[in-house]
């Protein structure tokens, strides 16, 4: 299995709403990144996690919760988003921490409302 | 601070021409550099990357690029352009720790 799995691939969701982005790999990566990818723009960092344990937070806003529960589960937990928060998100992984060779998920195209 | 130039935002070529993408860095040392593929609402998939040694890269689907320092450029090139190339490409350099920093990306668009 070469895959990093993202689910669901489509959410619309009100600013008022709870919701909770999966990534899942199984090649035993050690490390597990999200990024955001706002329409016609590059994908911007967001977090890392190593080891399962967070690493990097880019000054994310505190409405983005990530979890990592084990090494092949990355989890974003979405509360109280914003409109601009409509954005492609994608997760990625590597098999030790390093951005030589990522591998990347289809993403989850995030509507707020 | 490590930034990624990719001139071109828009690309058209013709079927069976021949492609080259532009990317310009801007870094401390010898980066790290990388081309991905993203097709549109899908991820992000790596063509080929740069980390040192022979400056003419290889990668999948055909595609080369070449790393010249003088120019901190890495531009990638395709000999004969498929439709199925039609994507967007970046250009990408790692920045310290694990941060992955992308240019704005070029849209190919192939006419038949």
């Known amino acids: 299995d070469t895959e990093v799995t993202q689910t669901p691939k489509h959410l619309v969701m009100g600013m008022t709403n709870k919701k909770s982005l999966k990534c899942e790999q199984h090649?035993?990566?050690?490390?597990m990144y999200w990024y955001k990818q706002k329409a016609k723009k590059p994908p911007e960092l967001m977090f890392v996690?190593?080891?399962?344990?967070?690493?990097i937070n880019e000054s994310v806003p505190s409405r983005f919760s990530p979890e990592c529960p084990n090494s092949s589960l990355l989890n974003l937990h979405l509360h109280a988003l914003q409109p601009e928060d409509s954005a492609l998100y994608l997760c990625?992984?590597?098999?030790?921490?390093?951005?030589?060779?990522?591998?990347f998920g289809s993403g989850t195209q995030l509507s707020v409302l | 601070a490590q930034s990624v130039t990719q001139p071109d935002i828009h690309i058209t070529v013709s079927e069976g021409a021949s492609l080259e993408l532009r990317c310009n860095y801007s870094?401390?040392?010898?980066?790290?550099l990388f081309w991905y593929v993203q097709s549109p609402g899908q991820g992000l998939q790596l063509l080929l990357k740069y980390f040192s040694g022979d400056t003419l890269v290889q990668g999948i689907k055909g595609f080369e690029a070449e790393f010249k320092r003088s120019q901190s450029s890495f531009n990638l090139r395709k000999p004969s352009v498929h439709w199925s190339d039609a994507a967007e490409y970046f250009c990408a350099v790692a920045a310290y720790g694990n941060k992955l920093v992308f240019g704005a990306g070029t849209i190919l668009r192939v006419k038949s």
């Open positions: 996690y190593s080891y399962e344990k967070l690493s």
């Open positions: 990625a992984s590597s098999p030790l921490p390093g951005v030589e060779k990522l591998f």
């Open positions: 870094y401390g040392a010898t980066p790290y």
């Open positions: 090649m035993g990566h050690r490390a």
